[in-house]
Structures are given as C-alpha cells and as structure tokens.
T-cell receptor, first 113, second 113 residues
C-alpha cells in the first residue's frame, strides 16, 4: 500500500544546530507540503513543492528550507534551530487538482532546547 | 482573501448525542470543501469532502452539505461515540490558491461515556 512516512518521529536538539526532517511518499504524488502544528495556531504551511526541482515558501518559511530532487522525498531543514521552532511537523502529499485529498504523515515532534 | 472559520472548542458531549461543528468560509467562486480528522497522536486524515454547491459528503456516519448561499459546511453526526473523540479541521481548496488547503483552526471534540 502507498504511504507517507516521516523520520524521526521524535527529535530533541539544541539551539543553533541544523536539523533535517525526512518525508518520503510512495503515492507518486507531484505535490508535497510541510506544515507545523502549534496550540492556538492550527496548521501553518511552511514550504511546498509541485514537482521535482520546484519549491515555494509558505506563510511561516523563515528559518526553514526544502529541496526536491526526486518525486518521493521532500526533506525539511532547520538551518539554525530556535526554541520558537519547537513544534509538531507534518508532511503531506497530493495529486494536482483542487478536489484532491492531501495525505498526511504521522508527524515529527521536535523539541529545541 | 480565502479563509475558514470554525467554532471554537473544546466541544464536550455525552455518547449518543447529536453533533454539529460549524464551519463557514470566505472565498470567491466555487472552492472544494473538506473535513479532516486528527486522532490523538496521529496525522490528519480526510473524513469527507464536497466539490460543488449542494453536494453532501459523508463518511463513518458524519455528513456535511456544501451550502453556497450561507457559505457553510457544517459537520454533523446523529449519534457520537467515544471513539469519535478527536480534533476536526475544516478546509477549502481553490485553483487560484494553487491547490493549497486553507485551514480552519480545528475543533477538539471530547465524547464522554
């Protein structure tokens, strides 16, 4: 069965360190998204991609970067982790189309000390 | 711009009670509308969707009708169970938002036995 996975599931890091969160999907979807979820803010879009070599900034992209070198993967990098980036991070993917469902990974819980 | 407003939670009900979670939206044209559910410790998953006015989405006993005249997509269930305890998110998608989902803040539902 097709799926979308994230790793690690839990991560503790220190302020200033670079951190990369992995996202891998076997749906063969063109679209991939990274969100963060915080109490009181719901889901906020960080970055998204509509295909290989395509990346775009979302509403809360500062301090984050992504790259899309193949269809299956969209790693999210925190260049220099800050305590404000403590959050739960979700990756999602979808087919292209306004009616299409987004399929979510299980999430990565990141704590920045 | 496009936006989604959900009723604030938490909503606490007894088992077998009738559920309504309100969702209204602001968008030009004809967006697609979605309800996603997030069970504790998991990622989001699609519950139901509707892609044009007067469409009714349904799944697992939940229903929502796309009301263009009132710009609403309220979620209903006739008899809730403890297992329905989760966070419910309303969202819309439009072609001019490049297939991004515009999310409501989420409503936490607690069902007591």
């Amino acid at each position: 069965d097709a799926e979308i996975t994230q790793s690690p599931r839990h991560k503790i890091t220190e302020t200033g360190r670079q951190v990369t969160l992995a996202c891998h999907q076997t749906w063969n979807h063109n679209n991939m998204f990274w969100y963060r979820q915080d109490l009181g803010h719901g889901l906020r879009l960080i970055h998204y991609s509509y295909g290989v070599q395509d990346t775009n900034k979302g509403e809360v992209s500062d301090g984050y970067s992504v790259s899309r070198s193949n269809t299956e993967d969209l790693p999210l990098t925190l260049e220099s982790a800050a305590s404000s980036q403590t959050s739960v991070y979700f990756c999602a993917s979808s087919e292209s189309g306004v009616q299409e469902t987004q399929y979510f990974g299980p999430g990565t819980r990141l704590l920045v000390l | 711009g496009n936006s989604v407003t959900q009723m604030e939670g938490p909503v606490t009900l007894s088992e077998e009670a009738f559920l309504t979670i309100n969702c209204t939206y602001t968008a030009t044209g004809y967006p697609s509308l979605f309800w996603y559910v997030q069970y504790p410790g998991e990622g989001l998953q699609l519950l139901l969707k509707a892609t044009k006015a007067d469409d009714k989405g349904s799944n697992k006993g939940f229903e929502a009708t796309y009301r263009k005249e009132t710009t609403s997509f309220h979620l209903e269930k006739g008899s809730v169970q403890v297992s329905d305890s989760a966070v419910y998110f309303c969202a819309l998608s439009r072609r001019d938002s490049n297939y991004q989902l515009i999310w409501g803040a989420g409503t936490k539902l607690i069902i007591k036995p």
